[in-house]
C-alpha cells in the first residue's frame, strides 16, 4: 500500500467492493432488453399473420408498430419492467412482461371494441398472438435475467468505501486496498479533483468516519454528484436525506446527485445537438476571430486554463486569447478590471461580446461542459483576497452537474470580476438554485435569455 508524508489522520482509505460505472452497463441492458421485446412482437405478427390472412386488426407489422408495440412499451414503463429488479431478478422481470402484456391486450380490446372494428377481428388469431407474445417473452426475459446477472455480477450498483482514518483490520483485502490524502476540512481543487477520479464512476459512496467529522464529509460529497452514505448510527449534526442499509448495517443517506439518469440523458442529447449546430453556424464568426487575434497580437490563438469542472474535477478549457501572451493569468489569480492593460484591443472587442467565450461549444462537445449550468472558475480565483471556497463552504456544492457556457447567475446580470465578497456569494445562490430547480425547458428559457445578456455592462 502506498505511503503518503501527510498527517495520516487525515488521509482516507479509499476500499474498492465493486468494479466501477455500472450505470453505462445497466443502461445498454436496459436498451437490449426493449429491443428484444420489440422483436418478439414483431416476430409474433409476422407468424400469426400468416395464418390470419383475412383479419384487418392483424394485418402485418404495420399494426404491430402503429399500435400494439407503443401500447405495451407503455405498459411496461408503467409497471416499471425495466427497472432494477425488473433486469436482475427473472422472476420480476418475467412476471412484469406478463403483467404488461395482460394490460396491453385489455387497452387494445378496448380499443377494438370502441372503434366498432370487433366484427372484423379474427379473435382466435388476437389470443394466439397474445399468447405466443407471452411466451416468448417470457423466455426473452428470464435469459436476459441470467444474463444481466452474469454481466453485473449479481449487483445493481457499484460501491466505493471511503475509511476516514487506517483501515480496519477487517476490512483489508491487499488486491483493492488503496489510500490517498484528502483533508475534508480544508479540501484544494487538486485534492477535490483526485478524490473525483476515485469516487466519480461509481453508484454509491459508503462514508465511514467519526462523528466531528461527518459535517465535513457531508458538505464536501454534496457537490461530489454522487449518492453518499454515511455508515452510523446515530447523528445529531448533519441533515439526512434517507436511510439505506449496507452488509446488515444501517447508514445515513446524506448526498444524492441533482440530476437522475433520464434528467442527464436529455440534458446531454441538447449539449450535443445545440454545441454541435452552433459550431457549424458560428464556423465563419469564429475563424475571422481567430484571424484578428494572430494578426493583432503575437502568441497562440486559444487561451487554455485549468477550471473546476463537475464533480471539481478539473478541466481545460478553451477560450479565444484576449491578453497579451506575457501577461496571460493561467491560475485566475487576478480578475480582469474594466480598463485592464492586459488586454488586447481585439481582446477588448471580442470579450465584450462574448465572442471569446464560443470555442466553449468545444468543451461542451468533449463532455467537460454543458450549455446551461454554473460558470466554471479558476483554480485560484478570489474576491477580496479570499479565495472562492473560503468564502462560502456552499461552493463545492455548485459543482454537482457539468458547468455551463452560460447559466442563471448570467442571466440575472451576475458577471464580470469578484471585486467583492457578495459577488461571489450572490453566484454561488443563484448556480445552487439552479441546481434545486432543474428542468429541461428552465434550460431552453435560460438559453433564450442568454441572447439579452451577450453584450452587457460587466463584459470586460
Not at 53 to 68: D, E, I, R, Y
Not at 169 to 175: G, L, M, Q, S, V
Request: proline share 5%; charged share 20%.
Amino acid at each position: 500500500m502506498n505511503s503518503f508524508a501527510h498527517d495520516f489522520r487525515n488521509s482516507v482509505v479509499v476500499h474498492f467492493r465493486s468494479r466501477p460505472s455500472k450505470e453505462v452497463v445497466r443502461l445498454r441492458l436496459v436498451v437490449l432488453l426493449v429491443l428484444l421485446d420489440i422483436l418478439s412482437i414483431q416476430l409474433v405478427f409476422v407468424a400469426v399473420n400468416q395464418m390470419f390472412v383475412g383479419s384487418t386488426m392483424l394485418h402485418g407489422l404495420g399494426f404491430a408498430v402503429g399500435s400494439v408495440i407503443p401500447i405495451f412499451l407503455i405498459c411496461a414503463f408503467m409497471v416499471r419492467v425495466y427497472s432494477g429488479p425488473g433486469i436482475l431478478r427473472p422472476s420480476a422481470s418475467v412476471g412484469g412482461v406478463l403483467l404488461a402484456l395482460m394490460i396491453s391486450a385489455t387497452v387494445l380490446g378496448l380499443m377494438i371494441f370502441s372503434l366498432g372494428a370487433s366484427p372484423h377481428v379474427s379473435r382466435p388469431g388476437v389470443a394466439l398472438t397474445f399468447a405466443l407474445s407471452a411466451v416468448m417473452m417470457a423466455l426473452v426475459h428470464y435469459f436476459h435475467a441470467r444474463y444481466a446477472n452474469r454481466v453485473l455480477d449479481g449487483s445493481l450498483y457499484s460501491i466505493i468505501e471511503l475509511f476516514d482514518g487506517p483501515l480496519p483490520r477487517t476490512e483489508r483485502d491487499p488486491e483493492v486496498d488503496a489510500n490517498f490524502f484528502f483533508d475534508p476540512v480544508n479540501p484544494s481543487p487538486t485534492s477535490f479533483d483526485r478524490l473525483s477520479h476515485v469516487i466519480g464512476r461509481v453508484d454509491r459512496v459508503i462514508v465511514h468516519c467519526s462523528n466531528q467529522r461527518r459535517a465535513a464529509w457531508a458538505d464536501v460529497l454534496q457537490g461530489m454528484n454522487v449518492h453518499a452514505e454515511f455508515m452510523a448510527r446515530e447523528w445529531t449534526d448533519i441533515r439526512p436525506l434517507g436511510i439505506g442499509e449496507h452488509n446488515g448495517s444501517r447508514t445515513v443517506v446524506v448526498a444524492r446527485g441533482p440530476l437522475n439518469l433520464h434528467d442527464r440523458i436529455i440534458k446531454r442529447s441538447f449539449d450535443i445537438a445545440f454545441s454541435a449546430a452552433a459550431l457549424i453556424l458560428l464556423a465563419p464568426v469564429m475563424v475571422a476571430a481567430a484571424i484578428a487575434i494572430r494578426l493583432d497580437s503575437p502568441g497562440p490563438v486559444f487561451f487554455i486554463q485549468p477550471r473546476i469542472g463537475r464533480q471539481n474535477q478539473l478541466f481545460r478549457l478553451i477560450k479565444f486569447r484576449s491578453m497579451r501572451q506575457d501577461c496571460c493569468d493561467r491560475a485566475g489569480t487576478l480578475s480582469t478590471s474594466r480598463h485592464d492593460q492586459r488586454v488586447t484591443r481585439i481582446g477588448n472587442f471580442i470579450r465584450r461580446t462574448s465572442i471569446d467565450e464560443l470555442p466553449q461549444f468545444i468543451n461542451i462537445l468533449k463532455g467537460d461542459m454543458s450549455v446551461v449550468g454554473p460558470r466554471p472558475h479558476a483554480v485560484s480565483s478570489t474576491a477580496e483576497d479570499r479565495l472562492f471556497w473560503d468564502i462560502d463552504n456552499r461552493y463545492w456544492h455548485r459543482h454537482a452537474c457539468r458547468p455551463g457556457l452560460t447559466g442563471l447567475a448570467q442571466i440575472q446580470g451576475l458577471r464580470g470580476a469578484t471585486a467583492c465578497v457578495k459577488d461571489l456569494v450572490d453566484r454561488v445562490e443563484a448556480d445552487l438554485q439552479y441546481l434545486q430547480s432543474w428542468s429541461f425547458w428552465n434550460d431552453v428559457r435560460i438559453v433564450f435569455q442568454t441572447f439579452k445578456v451577450i453584450v452587457h455592462t460587466n463584459s470586460f
